[in-house]
């Protein structure tokens, strides 16, 4: 399987790299392999019903875009799903929740336009921030929070962790690097979620891809950007 994404960006792309590492789903990151002129050829040359944007996989005929999509086909083909349809379907729904909060996280330091330069709309961003802190990670992390809860933990499957418990591992640790001030303060808010996040690096495949060199960072040109001045409480 391709995994296509941009070559030093965690981004959307790392919600996928997790769940393949976690899950020891073989991939080649085709953009690492080669270079992001290498992806945007190859974007180019996708025919029909092609990707919108990174990130998208090719898995032999199957050439799909958008992370929830992804990671729920991979579930599937995988069978690392619940196996019933309903409850695979909730799941599928968490992840399309985080996806909804992920493109909130990143309109906070770009809230008028996304070819904009952070410098461009600071005060806007700062009056963003003020309200996405009071308002907006609460309300998604109280939901998050809920889903574990009501399956008996520790996961959202109970005992078994599915990739919505990898994305959201990632979606906590980015929020800790954007918002370290706030999200310390509210610790002990989200017990669950912070339970599954101490949890999920214990995950024997993806604690060794956490600690090696092919981890991307968190930087200030992905999707979780930490400025002073959108941290303060």
Known sequence: MELWYWP????????????????????????????????????????????FAPPY???????????????????????????????DLQLFQLQMDIADFVEEVHSVHHPIAHDLFYSDQMDAAFEKAAYFRAQRIPKYLIHFDNAIASSGGPFTLGQ????????????????DYAFPNYMKAMQGSWPHLEGVQGI????????????????IEFNEDGIFRHYEELDDQ
């Not at 953009?31 to 092609?50: F, N, P, T, Y």
């Not at 999920?200 to 600690?211: C, F, H, Q, S, T």
């Open 8 to 51: 030093d960006l965690p981004g959307r792309g790392e919600f996928i790299r997790l769940y393949c590492e976690a899950s020891e789903i073989e991939y080649t990151d085709m953009a690492r392999e080669q270079s992001a002129d290498a992806l945007v050829e190859h974007m180019h040359e996708l025919q029909g019903r092609r990707p």
């Open 57 to 87: 996989i090719v898995d032999d005929e199957v050439v799909l875009g958008q992370t929830p999509l992804i990671l729920q086909y991979l579930s599937d083909k995988h069978g690392l799903g619940s196996g019933e349809m309903d409850v």
């Open 160 to 175: 078994q962790w599915t990739h919505v418990d990898t994305s959201l591992f990632q979606l906590m640790e980015g929020l």
């Open 200 to 215: 999920v690096p214990d995950i024997e495949p993806l604690a060794e891809y956490l600690a090696s060199e092919r981890r």
